[in-house]
């Protein structure tokens, strides 16, 4: 089993930032696309963004277009998400990703999960 260790998440009023980071074993890191999903009370885990494994393509669901970006560093094995202008919409807990689909855009779930941090954003 692999193991995403996610870090990050918090508390912030609307219209702030966070920065979500997840770290994964050099081995995985290097040969898997890296993603975000995110799961709020009552509803279904939902895609939030990937990156395939070189970081030449990204994709994002629409609600954070404009608004979220994701990247990787190889040095430190670690992918981000940077989270800008949050709405209360995007309280949710948020899991890191990894796929061996060297191209997974995060139409289904991947092979692999972090175990989740909490995001809460305040109106």
């Known amino acids: 089993q692999v193991q995403l260790e996610e870090s990050g998440g918090g508390l912030v009023q609307a219209g702030g930032s966070l920065r979500l980071s997840c770290r994964a074993p050099?081995?995985?890191?290097?040969?898997?696309?890296m993603g975000w999903f995110r799961q709020a009370p009552g509803k279904e885990r939902e895609f939030v963004a990937t990156?395939?494994?070189?970081?030449?393509?990204?994709y994002y669901t629409d609600s954070v277009k404009g608004r979220f970006t994701i990247s990787r560093d190889y040095a430190k094995n670690a992918v981000y998400l940077q989270m800008n202008s949050l709405k209360p919409e995007d309280t949710a807990v948020y899991y890191c990703?990894?796929?061996?689909?060297?191209?997974?855009?995060?139409?289904?779930?991947?092979?692999?999960w972090g175990q989740g941090t909490q995001v809460t954003v305040s109106s």
């Open positions: 050099e081995r995985t890191f290097s040969s898997h696309a």
């Open positions: 990703a990894a796929d061996p689909n060297r191209a997974y855009s995060g139409a289904y779930y991947p092979r692999y």
């Open positions: 990156i395939n494994w070189i970081g030449e393509s990204t």
